[in-house]
């Protein structure tokens, strides 16, 4: 049986996380990049063990957000962080497929879609051995095409769709918005520190928006050239900082 973990994401509120099931650098972005304003409803589909979730929270307690797994030893981790930081009012896990939403989730009603989907197609990589970690690595239980479909059938007109992903998806990213109503209209690099390539972008789409005008925001760097945390990650992190440089 996994470790179990409280992981402090600053604010009083805390994940439970394990070995197979937890969050990286790429969560928190994507946390921050999305961020609803007050009262929105909003969905996050391969929610893991909730991160996402519960930093909106942390920061707005009006949102409300339904949380969408396929694993179910995910799902048990999102749900007990969700009562154990006394939100399961604001925070509905539901163990389900994001290709089967009908009757699960209302269709048409949200205002935010958010997914950090699996990095890898199929076929490409070594696959790892381990189910949890083949299933948010790779495409096989969840592919761009599956996560924009989703979230055409549950945005309402205007809604947000953001996602994060690697560099050389980024054509692929945009090619299944369009086909399924959603238009681009925000991209965020992100780059470890200057010099380096991109390591992974940030996209906005709007269901139903105008085509083209698409805004390509700065680039976000990881680290300054001293190699710590640079101030615009420092101020991503917030009270979450404490515990990841030491401060």
């Given amino acids: 049986m996994e470790q179990l973990v409280r992981e402090p994401l600053g604010g009083g509120i805390y994940v439970f996380v394990t070995e197979a099931h937890h969050f990286t650098t790429d969560t928190i972005l994507l946390a921050d990049f999305s961020k609803p304003g007050s009262g929105k409803l909003c969905a996050d589909l391969g929610t893991g063990c909730g991160t996402i979730p519960l930093i909106w929270l942390r920061d707005n307690r009006s949102v409300t957000v339904d949380a969408v797994e396929i694993q179910p030893t995910a799902c048990a981790l999102a749900a007990e962080s969700a009562a154990y930081n006394i939100l399961d009012d604001k925070m509905h896990v539901y163990c389900a497929d994001i290709r089967d939403l009908k009757g699960v989730l209302p269709f048409g009603s949200y205002d935010l879609v958010v997914s950090n989907p699996p990095y890898k197609p199929l076929g490409t990589g070594v696959r790892n051995p381990n189910k949890s970690k083949l299933t948010s690595r790779h495409e096989n239980e969840c592919t761009l095409d599956d996560i924009c479909a989703a979230a055409e059938k549950l945005l309402q007109f205007g809604g947000r769709l953001c996602i994060c992903q690697r ?81």
């Fill in 167 to 247: 560099p050389e998806r980024l054509p692929d990213a945009l090619e299944k918005m369009r086909a399924h109503g959603i238009e681009p209209k925000l991209l965020r690099m992100v780059q470890q520190r200057k010099g380096k390539e991109p390591k992974l972008f940030l996209l906005e789409g709007r269901r139903g928006g105008k085509k083209g005008f698409m805004k390509t925001l700065p680039t976000l760097f990881i680290e300054d050239e001293q190699g710590g945390f640079s101030q615009e990650m420092k101020t991503i992190y917030g009270s979450y900082k404490e515990q990841v440089t030491g401060e």
